[in-house]
């Protein structure tokens, strides 16, 4: 049903964006070379995920066969899963931004999207049972205070965070941040510093033999590696 995460709309206009991913927008629109973003009116963040499908109708029946309950708008298919604004739609055709300063220090493509919840077992039942999202690692760590859920979608993961000390509930899922695929982490640090954003310096990330740093202003919680 699912081919791949396509875009995610983001409230708020494109000229941050274009400085964080460096890259020039298109009728106000951003690609990477595996997601694009396209911005909404409204508050701030993330507002929802579009997923690429092949066969619309048919992805709509399924979806209304697993109990999902989707309504059309125009060429897409939009629903919640559990909190989170979700849509289904044709892949998009938009060619990659062109990159506005050295390719090095830019944005390559999305690695993975983050999704905070309260109740993961509910998660694994939306996004593996529902929507056929594969489920490639359920990794718990003490350490980090937090259960960690890896679904597959393409060649970007959806990552599901359950914060352990706050214990389950059916509290509404949250759309929190963003990790994107950067060729050179000191490259991007300093261009970024360069341009006025307040950057983290770079460090060693969970994944072995990864770098990354944080931007903390101007967007939502987005790591670069």
Not at 29 to 40: D, I, K, M, P, Y
Not at 107 to 115: G, K
Not at 182 to 195: T, Y
Request: include cysteine; proline fraction near 4%; hydrophobic fraction near 45%.
């Amino acid at each position: 049903m699912i081919t791949a995460l396509d875009h995610l709309v983001i409230g708020g206009s494109a000229g941050v964006y274009e400085t964080l991913l460096g890259r020039r927008a298109t009728d106000g629109r951003l690609r990477t070379g595996n997601v694009g973003l396209a911005f909404a009116d409204g508050a701030p963040g993330l507002h929802a995920m579009v997923f690429a499908t092949d066969d619309l109708g048919k992805a709509e029946s399924l979806l209304e066969r697993r109990a999902v309950a989707a309504t059309r708008e125009g060429d897409a298919v939009a629903f919640t899963g559990h909190g989170v604004a979700i849509r289904l739609a044709a892949r998009g055709s938009d060619a990659p931004s062109p990159f506005t300063d050295d390719e090095a220090s830019c944005v390559s493509a999305l690695d993975h999207v983050v999704v905070r919840t309260l109740s993961p077992e509910r998660a694994i039942a939306f996004y593996a049972g529902r929507l056929g999202l594969d489920l490639r690692l359920d990794r718990s760590n003490p350490q980090w205070g937090a259960r960690q859920l890896f679904f597959r979608c393409g060649d970007v993961v959806v990552e599901i965070v359950h914060n352990l000390k706050k214990g389950v509930s059916e509290a509404p899922d949250q759309l929190w941040g963003l990790a994107w695929r950067v060729p050179d982490v000191a490259k991007a640090c300093a261009r970024l510093k360069a341009a006025g954003l307040d950057v983290t310096a770079p460090r060693d990330g969970r994944r072995p033999g990864s770098q990354v740093f944080s931007v903390k202003d101007k967007t939502v919680a987005c790591p670069l590696w």
